[in-house]
């Protein structure tokens, strides 16, 4: 659990870090030469140095509890001994963050207020550097035996670029609010283009860099927990540049004077963001990882690997109760225990195969009663509480009541109520009987933030081989939760004529997971 959390505060620091570096790069460069040119973006500029420094906040605040939690977990019962934790690089990196982080925010304010001098600029983008240089003494540079400078620099410019990126969208986002129809005048997003196409190219060759000298190889790369992140940022920041180079095409074509409405290009950044911030917490579950060359015992093989994505036929017979170690919770997987995850991953597919094909056969327009597709999770609410926990009621000794004493269970009985209480809300939402635009965005938000929990949480921080080649299959079902998600976002955002492509999308999406489901294996 502590692992777990600080992987989240970790995702949290790097989304503040992302507004605050972001938003002082996207104030310097792209709002503050555009208020000359139009001094009406005023209030937009003042709008976003407050959002910088509500980022510096943010980070600030998560650096102190991810720096309380890994204390505590490093000293456990004992005392805290505080002379040697002060001396060491990251408590005193830490400490820096956490110092530039009141620094930006008190700069961020007062050139804020005095409408920004030349100095308070500077000031301001020397608060930025400072964030990053120590962002570089708490990742896996820093960790390294022999010369490190090479690869502190690249991480530095690999965390300032996606900060450029991916923050700066957020606060493009921000100087769209309360602007109707005329969202963007082309100008500022013709500046912002500009930034964005730098950091982008500046992101990926650090990144390229860094994996080289991290991964150390395809086997690597395909055989451990941090190869396998690694690919998952790759496949996001697919994503990510697909977006970002529709974008670029669209404002490269705008008139200098004109200003863009909230149509195809505001959806698109408003998807571009959901992914980067999905990014940001990627990259924080990659910092608990040891780094693949550093994992030679553990590594699982290509062809190992490969058989957990071959087809074979689903496991539809379940090992019986009795077969399976339900007076002791603590005991080691069996096989027994692993052919009933299996039983269980493959009815699930079928459940959530059947939603898919419902919702392709809906989207023809050919079959209306089709659009009742959400009922079906009720089945698979069902068929949960019944076997997520074979120790438990209602098939295993512990009882009902009894069984709640175990956060385990209670949590798995949560997330079956979740799911029935999600059925009949989406189910109003498509039949109309719910009609508000907003309550149709909840089912693509809870995909989208679901598959990015899918894809933070620890994996096999051990990196022991069997816990990595259960886990494998998580990247692949995470990304297409993520296509399910956004493409039903922009379906419901874009105008009908250009809805049916992500339409199609999502739903094909939702329907490949489950097969891949129905073809999911532990052994």
């Known amino acids: 659990m502590a692992g777990f959390v600080d992987v989240l505060l970790r995702g949290v620091a790097l989304c503040g870090q992302a507004m605050a570096i972001g938003g002082v790069l996207f104030a310097l460069l792209v709002l503050r030469p555009a208020v000359r040119a139009r001094p009406a973006l005023a ?270 036929w689903p496991t539809l017979s379940s090992p019986a109760i009795t077969e399976m170690p339900v007076d002791d919770r603590d005991a080691p997987r069996t096989a027994a225990d692993r052919a009933w995850s299996e039983f269980n991953h493959n009815v699930a597919g079928l459940f959530v195969l059947a939603m898919g094909l419902l919702a392709i056969l809906y989207a023809t327009g050919r079959a209306r009663w089709a659009r009742h597709w959400p009922l079906i999770f009720l089945g698979l609410a069902g068929f949960l509480l019944i076997r997520n926990d074979p120790g438990a009621w209602p098939l295993g000794p512990l009882g009902f009541w009894e069984s709640m004493a175990y956060p385990e269970v209670l949590q798995h009985r949560v997330f079956v109520l979740l799911v029935v209480a999600f059925a009949f809300f989406e189910w109003m939402v498509r039949t109309g009987r719910l009609r508000s635009r907003r309550a149709a965005l909840v089912f693509p938000l809870l995909c989208a933030v679901g598959s990015g929990l899918l894809l933070t949480h620890s994996h096999a921080g051990l990196n022991l081989k069997e816990e990595f080649l259960m886990e494998v299959t998580h990247a692949p079902l995470g990304l297409l939760g993520m296509l399910v998600g956004w493409g039903r976002w922009l379906e419901l955002r874009l105008p009908s004529p250009e809805a049916w492509v992500p339409r199609w999308l999502w739903s094909g999406a939702l329907a490949a997971v489950g097969v891949l489901l129905l073809f999911y294996r532990e052994s």
């Open 43 to 312: 209030s937009p500029l003042g709008r976003s140095l407050a959002a910088s420094a509500a980022g510096a906040a943010v980070l600030g605040g998560a650096q102190l509890l991810a720096l309380a939690v890994q204390l505590g977990a490093l000293v456990g019962g004992g005392g805290w001994p505080v002379r040697e934790l002060v001396a060491s690089t990251y408590v005193r990196a830490a400490a820096a963050r956490v110092l530039a982080c009141v620094g930006l925010v008190v700069g961020c304010l007062r050139v804020r207020r005095a409408a920004g001098t030349g100095l308070g600029w500077v000031a301001l983008l020397g608060g930025a550097l400072a964030l990053a240089m120590s962002a570089a003494w708490t990742s896996h540079a820093a960790a390294r035996l022999g010369p490190r400078g090479l690869l502190l620099t690249l991480d530095g410019l690999h965390q300032v670029a996606a900060a450029a990126w991916i923050g700066g969208l957020g606060h493009l986002v921000l100087t769209a609010l309360g602007r109707g129809v005329h969202a963007w005048p082309a100008l500022l997003l013709k500046r912002f283009s500009a930034l964005a196409l730098t950091a982008v190219a500046v992101l990926v060759v650090a990144g390229l860099a860094l994996t080289l000298s991290y991964v150390g190889g395809v086997h690597a790369l395909l055989g451990t927990s941090y190869g396998m992140m690694v690919l998952t940022k790759v496949g996001i920041l697919a994503g990510l540049l697909t977006l970002g180079g529709m974008n670029f095409l669209a404002v490269r074509r705008l008139p200098a004077a004109s200003d863009v409405g909230p149509a195809r290009l505001r959806r698109f950044v408003e998807v571009e963001v959901g992914l980067g911030v999905t990014a940001l917490f990627v990259a924080a579950s990659l910092t608990s990882l040891p780094p693949a060359v550093d994992v030679a015992a553990d590594r699982a093989t290509l062809a190992e690997v490969g058989t957990r994505f071959t087809p074979r």
